[in-house]
């Protein structure tokens, strides 16, 4: 892998509950700096990430429904539409985990289905996030073959704020079900440039991190 094949693997993220507007811009310039895929945001940032985005191929990525999950899905589908809106170019979602631990897989992939068709009809990339460290490997087992089902863009490990971030044994189950049907992003904890070569290794195709810079910097040194 070269520097630009690293740099386009990555969601620079700032996802934090009082990122500033300054924080956005500043975010947005290291994105640009460093050809960074995406910005991953709370939606709420959009559009201003938008404006500050205007110009350059840095997709603005809105989280939905973060980091809990736990929200209607009329509510996801009225945050997803708005985010989109505001110039929202992704979306990663949070799966409603309630639901997954009652088993109601029909609720879970009518979710995943509606959220997916909203985005696929604007032209803007869809991820689904398990969120797993509260899941069984059965739990992950299942979300991914309604996955590959409903074949959104990416299926992705984690929000990066619950208990446990993404691990390379969990982005080789997720990838071993979806197979080429659907792209597995790794999220949560990945900060050097070892530790996103293994997910890549692993499976993964995009990497959330707020570390970028840090493994870019690493790799070129």
Known sequence: ???NEIAQMIDHTNLHAYASHE??????????????????????????CKEYLKGTNVHVGAAISFPLGQTTLEVKLK?????IENGA??????????????KNFNYIEKEM???KELCHAHSVI???????????????KKLSEIAKKVKPDFIKTSTGFGTGGATVEDVKLMK?????DVKVKAAGG????????????AGAERIGTSSGIKIINEFES
């Open 176 to 180: 071993s079900i979806v197979g080429d």
């Open 126 to 140: 869809c991820k689904v996030i398990f969120e797993n460290c509260y899941l069984t490997k059965e739990e992950i």
């Open 190 to 201: 990945i900060r050097d440039l070892k530790t996103f070569l293994a997910m890549v290794d």
């Open 113 to 115: 289905t509606e959220i």
């Open 89 to 102: 170019d992704e979306i990663d979602y949070v799966v409603n985990l309630t639901e997954v631990k009652e």
């Open 23 to 48: 924080d956005m811009q500043k975010l947005c310039k290291e994105a640009i700096e460093n050809n960074f895929k995406m910005v991953a945001i709370n939606s709420v940032q959009t559009a201003i």
């Open 1 to 3: 892998m070269n520097k």
């Open 79 to 83: 945050e997803t539409a708005n985010a």
